[in-house]
């Protein structure tokens, strides 16, 4: 465990330096002076908004070619709060977001949920100029409810060459709130555009993550065995190491149409990996991207593409797509 500490903080020591170094030796020509910097003064003090929105969606069929006979529904809950706090050179950022939405079909009489995310992230901006300064950063992404895999026809499930259970429906993968995901970072940002209809966010530096994952399970089912659903078991992983985030937001049109694209890239020279792997081998990759239009006041249409990959915790890309209409209410805006 010593040695572990030692580590971290000689990482975050050569990380502070060489960032600290790289940003006064930047070429004056590639980046914009403060002066030059383009921005929307935002006034001080706390600035607070919460939207709650619904969606839904109900389709029927009778005797329809290539649809089972019978209704579909879909519907959901959504939650988007902001919190943001600005005072001199203090720039403090906080946004909340919970999606839940289940699904029911003729095939599957029972409601399941096709989303469930809880997401919370906390970055705070020491503004040494407009342009660039220190930061730190906290990320929460996790799941509320417990997590179910469900068939429409009574099958058996296996995990390690072991049957878990035989002649069911259904299984549990996951408890509530599991996997758990928390991200810690701290280094430099660099914000050259500001504005309402475009902000760039770049952030680097030093980062830990704790994805807390033991017991839950995974489909990992393999076509040659067709009567048996695979399940594979996750364990939980800790890192430390480099991270580079690239973020950019803004609004168009008045505000009509809303954007957000991010990637976030974090090399794990700390880690716990049982298999050895190198950091390079164990590199995250966390990208995401939005594209809302606000139909009216209260309604809005909204499409979001979600990609990861976290080698040690599964050696694969997961990929999430979201398409919602969503009827909202602003709470406080």
Known sequence: MRKLTMAILVAFGWLTATAGTALSAAD?????????????EKPEG???ALILGASISVSTNTNFIGQANGNSFTGGLHLLGR??????VIDWRNVLKID????????????????DQL?????????ISPLFGPFASFKLDTSILEGRDVRGAPI????????????????KLTDGFQPLSLKEAIGFFLRPISKKTVEVDIRGGFGASQTFADGALLVSDDAATADVIELTALADVIQAGAVLEVASKGELEEGRIQYSAR?????PFINDDPLERSAT?????????KLGFKLFEWASLSYELKILRLPQLLDAWQIQNNLLLTFSYALID
């Open 281 to 289: 081998d164990l590199t995250n990759f966390d990208i995401g991207a």
């Open 46 to 48: 706390w600035d607070p």
């Open 156 to 171: 058996d499930y296996s995990e390690g060459g072991e049957v878990l259970a035989e002649d069911v429906t259904s299984i």
């Open 83 to 88: 919190l943001d706090y600005l005072k001199g």
């Open 28 to 40: 004056p020509g590639l980046l914009p002076k403060e002066e030059e910097v383009v921005k929307d």
């Open 119 to 127: 997401a919370f992230e906390s970055v705070i901006y020491y503004r």
């Open 100 to 115: 839940e939405v289940f699904t029911q079909t003729p095939v599957i009489d029972e409601f399941v949920k096709s989303i």
């Open 263 to 267: 990637a976030e890239v974090m090399i």
